[in-house]
């Protein structure tokens, strides 16, 4: 990085007004891009006390047709617009202020050239924009209809025709208040089981189990919320010709060491079928 | 310290008030627009009028210049500076450009001694207090040596060059460098910070 200079406070100075001429900028720019954070701090400073200088000008008054001529400029690209704010628009950011000083020559073709290159860059710009808001629109769309759908598979478990509900009880290992409710498909082997009061001990988990014809087999960790509440979905509880019953045992936290047997007390169980 | 009100919160300064409305802007609200135009158009005509003189242009500048805010207000970065400023600087920026072209430049100096009117905004109370403070700030800046007066004159109005303010003030470079930085810098001193933009 180029070593920072006093001279380099003065180029900011000149440069928060727009008054450096090219070989001065080119300087000073060159060493802002380098990161000098004694320059940046300082051209904030000066930049905001350069516009404190705007209230020197003597105060006028400006016509109030000009009030309703800007608001109605705002309010009709608003309403052609109304979906432009996004992030597209969150990623400009200002340009710093550039001299662009030249022959007024230079200047005019400069001036011309950018018009058209401006008009270009918004009419690119726009048609990109609303490109991709379509596309993401799309996007979005496809991502809820393929959840709204997923939610239509889960709530038919509830009104499939051969679907079985059952109520989990609590063994004597369990605390009273604990509840549980399966609900199994065996068309899909889909099922849905709530859980009440299920905040288990610090330092422990209960866990679900699928009592199949073979043994115990691990269905997972029931993860309560604040109130105890939980609702585990399984896409597959298990084989209809095999799965005799639910089951919930405690564990300490992490779940049993194997996924075919609890390690520790088993505190519900609900068998399908009676 | 900042006192609280009765409800505990601060009461929000201007400055609160227009990043707020930056904030509704985003939203697409426009009445955030209205807000913020009546709170500074007054500061910003009278900056233009002061660069461009011609009173038609000075309003297609600063339709322009607010178009533009609207457009871009997610560009605004508060740690560059406030919403003020950034307003200011936009149509200082625009009303430049347009006496960058010859025409302009000599109507802006034909009309620039137009009698200034007091201003007479759409929202009285804000309006009052809003005039109120640009006379403290006009007042602070008036006490500026004539010299540094100059310099941000010629820069900031008049858009020259440093190299221009030199052969225009019979001056060495680097005397017009330096003055503009103490300019900046005394500006900065004689303003109190609750008053800037």
């Known amino acids: 990085m180029s070593q920072h200079r006093e001279e380099h406070l003065d180029l900011c100075a000149g440069y928060a007004l727009g008054s450096l001429d090219d070989a001065d900028r080119r300087t000073l720019e060159a060493h802002l891009r380098e990161g000098c954070p004694i320059c940046a701090a300082e051209l904030t400073r000066f930049e ?13 008054r400006a016509p109030s047709a000009l009030r309703k001529r800007v608001l109605d400029a705002v309010r009709a690209e608003a309403a052609a617009t109304p979906a432009r704010r996004g992030a597209d628009a969150r990623a400009i950011r200002p340009a710093p202020p550039v001299d662009r000083r030249g022959s007024w020559m230079t200047w005019g073709l400069a001036a011309a050239a950018c018009l058209g290159a401006v008009f270009g860059a918004l009419e690119w710009r726009n048609a990109t924009l609303r490109g991709r808001e379509l596309a993401a629109a799309r996007e979005e769309l496809a991502r809820l209809n393929a959840q709204l759908e997923d939610e239509r598979r889960w709530a038919a478990v509830l009104t499939a025709p051969r679907a079985v ?6 063994t004597p290992d369990g605390a009273p208040n604990l ?3 399966a609900t199994y498909d065996p068309e899909t082997r889909r099922a849905l089981v709530v859980f009440s009061n299920f905040a288990a001990p610090t330092g422990n988990d209960y866990q679900l189990w699928a009592i199949l014809k073979s043994g115990p087999s691990s269905l997972g960790l029931i993860r309560a919320d604040s109130t105890g509440h939980a609702v585990v979905r399984l896409a597959d509880a298990g084989d209809p010709a095999s799965l005799a019953a639910f ?10 060491p194997t996924t075919t047997a609890p390690a520790g007390p088993v505190v519900m169980v609900g068998k399908l079928g009676g | 310290m900042v006192g609280l009100t009765r409800g505990g919160f601060p009461p929000m300064t201007g400055q609160d008030q227009d990043r707020a409305c930056i904030g509704r802007l985003l939203e697409g609200e426009t009445d955030a627009m209205e807000e913020l135009y009546d709170r500074h158009n007054d500061l910003l005509y009278s900056l233009v009028r002061r660069i461009v003189g011609v009173p038609s242009e000075a309003e297609d500048v600063l339709q322009e210049t607010w178009l533009h805010a609207w457009r871009t207000a997610a560009s605004y970065d508060p740690s560059r500076g406030s919403v003020g400023a950034w307003l200011v600087t936009m149509a200082r920026s625009r009303a430049i450009d347009r006496i960058r072209s010859e025409g302009a430049r000599r109507r802006a100096r034909e009309t620039a001694g137009a009698t200034p009117m007091e201003a007479s905004p759409n929202d009285p109370a804000n309006a009052a207090a809003e005039s109120e403070r640009r006379e403290r700030v006009r007042a602070a800046l008036a006490q500026l040596s004539p010299q540094h007066q100059e310099v941000l ?32 810098l005394r500006l900065s001193e004689l303003v109190p910070r609750e008053e800037w933009l």
Do not use: H
Not at chain 1, 48 to 60: I, K
Not at chain 2, 167 to 183: D, E, F, I, M, N
């Open chain 1, 247 to 256: 089951a919930v045992s405690l564990e300490k936290e992490g779940g049993a």
């Open chain 1, 179 to 181: 509840g549980a409710r």
């Open chain 2, 153 to 184: 004159d010629l820069a900031y109005f008049g858009g020259l060059s440093q190299t221009e303010i030199a052969a225009q003030l019979s001056a060495p470079l680097g005397t017009v460098k330096s003055w503009t930085r103490q300019a900046l």
């Open chain 1, 48 to 60: 905001s006390g350069a516009a404190l200088w705007a209230g020197s000008a003597p105060p006028m």
């Open chain 1, 165 to 170: 509900t059952v109520q989990l009880a609590a």
